[in-house]
């Protein structure tokens, strides 16, 4: 296939992933085999291995990405009313876990040339009501958290981590998860770093944890040595939010770690080399990297010139290439129907009630920056784990129908 094709698709295709691997199904394979499909005290030795993978931190496996947030959440006293500050532009299932404590989400806009919070921005919203700011490392690129840690100090406020697509992201350095007081990770089998369902949060105090512990786990779980240090055991009972989770799931994501690091390299190089094919190719621009890191690329973003085409109408121009482009968040979160308690005419949520309180209107909101990226973006998969430059030359082959 020639640079200048007419009809030009991708041929090339990503490697299956997650990888099957016969070292890193074994384990799973022999806790389907023994019948401990599920272990009440949850996965100490995964927990364990995530701990020597980030330097640290008091790690708790659970059942969800969502999970862990809510874990870190309960564990630091957040809950009805109060109000933590983060992006309109992820996932809903950031700003679900924060709505479910009761916590009112308050959204700052994102920089204008990355999907990252802007510091100022959360700056400007910070109420006597914060208590937090959660920032989400979205599609792999770490988010500035050297300013934002001196937001969150100079306010007094706790500073959480959403790396459920960053997993082994670097900045200065330093992996992500360990730059505020916790984070958590999503490991659904998408991720980077990939089981069945399930997920981990950081602590960086332990009895922050033991606070989340006492809302999610199974009462088994904790060790004798942390049990002994409680001075009236009967605090650990069956009121419990079932946040165990899979073994199976979280012998995967052990066994994952070990190829991690050279898979989210695959993902840079490919992405880099695509970045240096795009740049004779007007008005398509990927993002770029954030100053001093080294993005994992879980998702790809396209950028593309409002002037020139809408993300809707490439996709309709691209959807017989073979390149699976999507829309990833079409609408921003404070725009959706189910966020704005006072218009809204469908089957209840809880959540409203908070919101009603809090008297929060996300539709008098504007936030320029997340707004503009919802209308000129689009995403690619990008499992891209082994380097293919034959595939990113077909790939920019394809973005020259735009």
Excluded at 70 to 94: F, K, N, R
Excluded at 229 to 252: F, V
């Amino acid at each position: 296939m020639g640079k200048y094709d007419l009809n030009p698709r991708l041929i090339e295709r990503p490697p299956l992933y997650p990888r099957r691997h016969e070292d890193r199904i074994s384990g799973a394979l022999q806790r389907l085999q023994t019948g401990e499909w599920t272990r009440l005290e949850g996965a100490p030795d995964t927990e364990a291995a995530l701990q020597a993978y980030h330097g640290g931190g008091e790690i708790w496996y659970v059942a969800s990405g969502t999970a862990a947030i809510q874990s870190l959440l309960l564990g630091h006293g957040i809950g009805p009313g109060d109000e933590v500050i983060t992006t309109a532009y992820t996932w809903g299932a950031t700003v679900s876990a924060v709505l479910s404590v009761g916590a009112i989400p308050v959204f700052a806009d994102i920089l204008p040339d990355v999907p990252l919070l802007d510091p100022e921005s959360v700056r400007e919203n910070i109420t006597p009501n914060t208590k937090a700011i959660l920032a989400v490392h979205l599609f792999g690129f770490p988010c500035d958290m050297r300013s934002l840690r001196g937001v969150a100090d100079e306010a007094g406020l706790f500073l959480f981590e959403d790396g459920s697509q960053s997993h082994g992201a670097t900045l200065n350095g330093k992996r992500v998860g360990r730059f505020g007081h916790g984070a958590a990770f999503s490991c659904m089998a998408l991720k980077p770093l990939a089981g069945t369902e399930g997920g981990y949060a950081v602590f960086e105090d332990s009895t922050a944890a033991e606070r989340a512990y006492l809302h999610g786990k199974h009462p088994r779980g904790l060790n004798p040595d942390r049990l002994a240090q409680w001075e009236d055991s009967r605090y650990l009972d069956a009121l419990q939010l079932a946040m165990r989770p899979c073994a199976i799931g979280a012998e995967l994501v052990k066994a994952g770690l070990a190829s991690l690091d050279e898979e989210n390299a695959a993902r840079r190089e490919n992405a880099r080399y695509l970045r240096g094919l795009l740049a004779d190719l007007p008005g398509v621009d990927l993002d770029p990297e954030p100053d001093s890191s080294a993005p994992v690329y879980h998702l790809l973003s396209i950028r593309l010139d409002p002037d020139r085409i809408a993300p809707e109408e490439a996709l309709i121009r691209l959807q017989d290439t073979g390149l699976g482009a999507f829309l990833y968040i079409p609408t921003p979160l404070h725009q959706l129907p189910r966020m704005n308690w006072a218009a809204y005419d469908g089957p209840p949520v809880f959540w409203h009630a908070y919101l009603r309180e809090s008297g929060i209107d996300y539709q008098a909101q504007s936030l320029p920056n997340t707004e503009a990226r919802s209308r000129e973006t689009f995403q690619l998969g990008w499992n891209w784990i082994e380097p293919n430059p034959v595939a990113m030359q077909q790939i920019r082959n394809v973005l020259g129908l735009l």
